[in-house]
């Protein structure tokens, strides 16, 4: 598919938070939501474009613009493009990403307006619901986002059809129609190199370099949810670290962030020793990765650590074993523990995942988790609060009676749809945002539904 001849002037934008909680939260609260997270996604579709040959494309970076609000019409009404497409990762700024649209829309009648992202995907059914949606979007993107875009921009500049876009909701003006193709992203896509040009702030250089999770057994999660039988993926060690020096090099940042759903320890070992054989003298984190019994090796963490490891995120979920056996998790809490003990010893900081509301987990299960989050909280920096959702093609999802979820909610089928059940578990946020305060960890808890209440807020006042 050739775009160099295509004349579609395509503008790119990543909006910021919602205003309301950039009053209320920490600085630590910001960066976990993402105002500090360069918005590797929107540089990633930016960096593909180019490589392509599509030149006609242009990003805007709204995450530190704090008159937002004030100039959001006079933002909508100078933009001269053909296409836009708003990318929303975080739940916060999906009200700045609507009102945008409708903004444009109200100033613009003839711009192709989309939005995607992953706050998008993991929204579709409570967006699709939204009125809003139908008078101000020409596009939903839920899931990879490379071939759609570059399919909307090919057909848009040829007059063809939508309807063999993968990956995308699209409107006809008369109602929400989901295409009958679907795309995920290989290998080759791992190793396109991210536009950072026009990115407003930088404090490190976000990565992904792996498609999936390379454990994929976990029963409430569908690593690559609509595409449950595609293959962990991953670069190339010599891949990864061509992207690491081109990055250095024209940045100028020493910084990495790799944002993956796990990196295996054996990858991690061989890009320790080629950065340090090669003298690349960075720091880098790993957002999130699994306990994997492997990591309790102390050359292997003194390894990361030479080679610039600042800080690992593990996939905890839960310190009850019966919890732990039910999720299929690849640790168990005795191996859980000698892993965040070795990482301390070398001074290698942590923070882990803990999954509430599990089918089936009690008031006790929770209390046995905060008593260890508690009694071992020497051992991690902070914990990040999640509450269980049930994902389409989790192993969950496909066999509800094993975990006693009797009545799932008819959903459609868009994709990345979400469904939920009525035999709701003992704990909520009420009683949990109790415990935490019990237990003495306000300090270390964070994420804690925090931003819901001003979100759903602000998404119904987009309804009227």
Same mark, same amino acid.
Not at 231 to 249: F, H, M, V
Not at 288 to 294: Q, S
């Given at each position: ?8 002037? /395509? ?18 609260e910001?960066?976990? @939501?993402?105002e500090n ?12 474009l180019?490589k ?14 704090k ?13 001269k /493009?053909?296409?836009?497409g ?7 700024q %999906? ?11 109200r ?11 992953? @706050? ?5 059914e ?13 596009a ?8 759609? %875009?570059?399919?909307i ?6 007059d ?19 295409s ?6 290989s290998?080759?896509f ?11 702030s ?7 370099i ?12 569908a690593? /690559? ?21 081109q ?40 957002? @999130? ?7 309790i ?13 600042q ?12 919890? %732990? ?12 523990l ?5 990482f ?5 900081k942590?923070?882990i995942?803990?999954?509430?509301g ?39 999802h ?5 975990? $006693? ?19 709701? $578990? ?8 109790i ?9 270390? @808890?964070?994420?804690?539904n ?11 006042? %987009?309804?009227?």
């Amino acid at each position: 598919m050739d775009l160099k001849n295509i004349k579609l002037k /395509t503008l790119l934008i990543f909006p910021p938070e919602i205003e309301k909680l950039k009053k209320t939260k920490n600085n630590f609260e910001k960066f976990l @939501a993402g105002e500090n997270s360069p918005p590797l996604g929107m540089a990633k579709l930016v960096g593909y474009l180019k490589k392509i040959g599509y030149k006609n494309i242009k990003s805007i970076d709204l995450r530190t613009d704090k008159n937002f609000k004030n100039n959001l019409n006079q933002f909508a009404k100078n933009i001269k /493009t053909d296409i836009v497409g708003i990318s929303a990762v975080y739940n916060i700024q %999906l009200p700045a990403a609507i009102k945008l649209a409708n903004a444009i829309r109200r100033h613009n009648k003839k711009i192709f307006i989309l939005i995607g992202g992953n @706050a998008i995907s993991d929204n579709l059914e409570y967006l699709i619901n939204n009125p809003i949606i139908l008078r101000s979007v020409d596009a939903i993107i839920f899931g990879d986002g490379e071939k759609p %875009l570059e399919k909307i921009i090919y057909h848009l500049g040829t007059d063809k059809k939508l309807y063999s876009v993968p990956n995308i909701i699209y409107n006809d003006k008369k109602s929400l129609k989901k295409s009958g193709h679907l795309f995920r992203c290989s290998k080759n896509f791992i190793d396109i190199l991210p536009d950072f040009t026009k990115i407003n702030s930088l404090p490190f250089i976000p990565l992904k370099i792996s498609i999936g999770c390379y454990w994929r057994k976990c029963t409430f999660c569908a690593p /690559t949810r609509t595409y449950p039988k595609y293959p962990y993926q991953i670069a190339t060690i010599e891949s990864t670290l061509n992207i690491i020096k081109q990055l250095n090099i024209k940045y100028n940042k020493k910084r990495f962030v790799f944002f993956d759903d796990s990196i295996p320890p054996h990858y991690l070992e061989q890009l320790s020793k080629e950065l340090i054989k090669r003298k690349f003298n960075i720091q880098w984190e790993v957002k @999130a990765t699994c306990l994997d019994a492997k990591f309790i090796n102390k050359k292997l963490v003194s390894l990361l650590k030479k080679s610039g490891c600042q800080e690992i995120g593990f996939g905890m979920e839960s310190f009850s074993p019966k919890i %732990l056996k039910q999720m299929n998790k690849i640790h168990t809490v005795q191996n859980a523990l000698k892993i965040l003990k070795l990482f301390k010893e070398e001074k290698i900081k942590t923070n882990i995942h803990i999954l509430f509301g599990f089918p089936g987990e009690t008031i006790r299960d929770v209390k046995t988790t905060l008593a260890s989050l508690k009694k071992y909280n020497n051992l991690y920096e902070y914990f990040i609060i999640n509450y269980f959702r049930l994902y389409k093609n989790s192993y969950i999802h496909k066999n509800p009676l094993k975990f $006693n979820i009797t009545d799932k909610k008819d959903i459609k089928d868009y994709g990345f749809a979400v469904c939920g059940f009525k035999n709701r $578990n003992e704990i909520n946020y009420e009683k949990l945002k109790i415990l935490i305060k019990k237990f003495n960890l306000e300090n270390k @808890a964070t994420e804690l539904n925090w931003w819901k209440p001003v979100f759903f807020e602000e998404m119904e006042k %987009l309804k009227q």
